[in-house]
């Protein structure tokens, strides 16, 4: 019988040094959570038996047992990086076509994947609550999560119809002698750039070169300038053929006021590139254009196009909300982030890759919202670590060893104590 007592505590204690040297192996997992060995006596008796002359036949490993206490903190650069501060499991559901597979993680490293869904290192897709315009949630339960897929644009494209210029043109500038070359700015006298947009969304540049035409003189007051407006290469006509290229004649009264055109010119249609619907463009100089004997300035140029808001970047707030922003201003609420909690982590079944899945043991999950219901809060731009004690575990393999080596000399002892009664038969 005491081989085999000495034989259980020599299993008891390799399953400890198994479990202290996985623990150790990890110490550098994201959200992994250390394990330790629960033992458990073994005694044989009947109520027959003397209860002072009981004898125990050996240890058992009742369970090896996970400890969900908080790991330290790693700061991170990465926007999708997150961290709970608390109770709480990040709800991921599996790529595949069924989507059914559901996990739980502490790992909150995550990344985009091709289809801009936000995953962990295995492609489990990160769980979200969907949320109305203003962030609030709108439908809660395990069924309701969707994944959290950032969008690639915002906002619908709006062409680009009315261009509102106000400027001054130097009056000091003389008339070029050589016809327009948009090429030789020695034919122009002044050129600004204005971006507009074309009914993709697609940005182009309408650029109008201002020519003065006429200087005043003691019989004539007033001055004369011609803009020609190009957008890209093709150039814009004030009259009806688009053809013409016929520029906005501009006239000045002898105070620096403009006092032609009177009111906003209408291009002929041209069509952008890419584009199959002809745009019309109108340009209005307002009454704040001026020409005074001061420096060219463009004072304000407005446009009413839009263009389609390209992903800027993603926030993701201390109570889970993550917010999209995009490049025209747009900013869009994509969901809450879904935690999870078990009235018994430690029935957790391990899955790997810093994963659990729920078990009869350790209950049904019961989500919530971060900083909600007992549920920690989150931190951006931060990565749980592993939560081992490298002292405390090299202590503990100490034991661990000494335990195995103990069991073994009792074995031993045994081994000598059975030859030598083979040997006084003998």
């Known amino acids: 019988m005491s081989f085999f007592t000495s034989l259980s ?12 040297s996985h623990n150790l192996a990890n110490v550098s997992t994201n959200g992994f959570k250390r394990s330790t060995t629960q033992f458990a006596d073994v005694i044989a008796s009947t109520a027959s038996t003397n209860p002072t002359n009981v004898i125990g036949s050996g240890t058992v490993v009742k369970s090896v047992r996970q400890q969900f206490s908080q790991g330290g ?8 990086d997150v961290a709970v501060s608390g109770e709480g499991f990040f709800v991921v ?9 559901v996990a739980y993680t502490r790992n909150g490293s995550f990344l985009v994947d091709s289809n801009r869904n936000v995953v962990d290192a295995q492609g489990n897709r990160l769980q979200v609550y969907p949320v109305d315009g203003s962030g609030a949630v709108v439908a809660t339960g395990l069924g309701s999560t969707i994944n ?64 003065r035409t006429s200087a005043p003189s003691s019989s004539d007051p007033t001055s004369s300038w011609e803009a020609y407006s190009f957008v890209g290469d093709k150039q814009l006509s004030a009259d ?31 069509l952008p590139a890419g584009s199959t619907v002809d745009q019309v463009l109108t340009v209005d100089f307002g009454n704040a254009t001026t020409q005074v004997y001061k420096p060219f300035n463009v004072d304000t140029a407005t446009q009413d196009g839009a263009p389609v808001g390209q992903l800027e970047g993603v926030t ?100 000598q104590i059975s030859q030598t009664i083979f040997n006084i038969r003998s």
């Open 240 to 270: 009806a053929d688009p053809a013409a290229g016929t520029p906005i004649t501009m006239t000045f009264d002898s105070t620096g006021a403009m006092t032609a055109p009177t009111g906003p010119t209408t291009f002929a249609g041209f």
């Open 148 to 211: 959290l897929q950032l969008p690639q644009t915002s906002g619908t494209p709006v062409a680009t119809e009315n261009v509102n210029l106000s400027l001054n043109l130097n009056a000091n500038s003389t008339v070029p002698t050589a016809a327009f070359d948009r090429f030789d700015p020695s034919t122009y006298n002044h050129s600004t750039q204005t971006t507009i947009f074309d009914p993709s969304g697609n940005a182009m540049t309408l650029t109008t070169y201002f020519v």
């Open 93 to 101: 559901k599996s790529p595949d076509a069924s989507g059914n597979g």
């Open 9 to 20: 505590g020599l299993q008891a204690a390799q399953t400890d040094m198994s479990t202290i």
């Open 316 to 415: 993701i707030a201390e109570d889970g909300t993550v917010r999209a922003s995009f490049s025209n201003g747009d900013t869009q609420s994509l969901g809450k982030v879904v935690l999870a909690s078990f009235s018994n982590p430690t029935g957790l079944r391990q899955l790997g890759s810093s994963t659990w899945s729920a078990s009869g043991l350790s209950g049904d999950p019961r989500l919530g919202e971060p900083g909600t219901q007992g549920f920690g809060g989150l931190m951006a731009g931060a990565i749980e670590r592993s939560n081992v004690d490298i002292t405390e575990e090299l202590v503990g393999l100490i034991a661990a060893q000494r335990a195995f080596q103990a069991n073994a000399k009792a074995l031993d002892t045994a081994s």
């Open 73 to 80: 903190f790693t700061q991170s650069t990465s926007a999708l």
